[in-house]
């Protein structure tokens, strides 16, 4: 079955780096597109970053662009975000998703911005 398993979030300060990152399995991940999904406290949950599925082709979020990056690792089945200059507003629980079918979610992995 399809299982996706985020990792990497945790508490930093505003200015700070974190890099989250997502092992998938139960598909072929090499052939579908994968996108960063979050949600904070009260809000619905917002795409932040997507990307094709040869590595190419990615879209962000209007409010993170210039600051994350997201990438993957087809050989290890991973798709990771680097998200550079965090701003208290990007708190949230951050998931990873197959872009083109959202029927399976990871249990998420929360993402803490405060000084």
């Known amino acids: 079955q399809v299982q996706l398993v985020e990792s990497g979030g945790g508490l930093v300060q505003p200015g700070g780096s974190l890099r989250l990152s997502c092992a998938a399995s139960?598909?072929?991940?090499?052939?579908?597109?994968m996108s960063w999904y979050r949600q904070a406290p009260g809000k619905e949950r917002e795409l932040v970053a997507a990307i094709g599925s040869t590595g190419a082709n990615m879209i962000y979020a209007d409010s993170v662009k210039g600051r994350f990056t997201i990438s993957r690792d087809n050989a290890k089945n991973t798709v990771s975000l680097q998200m550079n200059s965090l701003k208290p507003e990007d708190t949230a629980v951050y998931y990873c998703?197959?872009?083109?079918?959202?029927?399976?979610w990871g249990q998420g992995t929360q993402v803490t911005v405060s000084s």
């Open positions: 139960g598909f072929t991940f090499s052939s579908v597109a």
């Open positions: 998703t197959r872009r083109y079918n959202t029927n399976v």
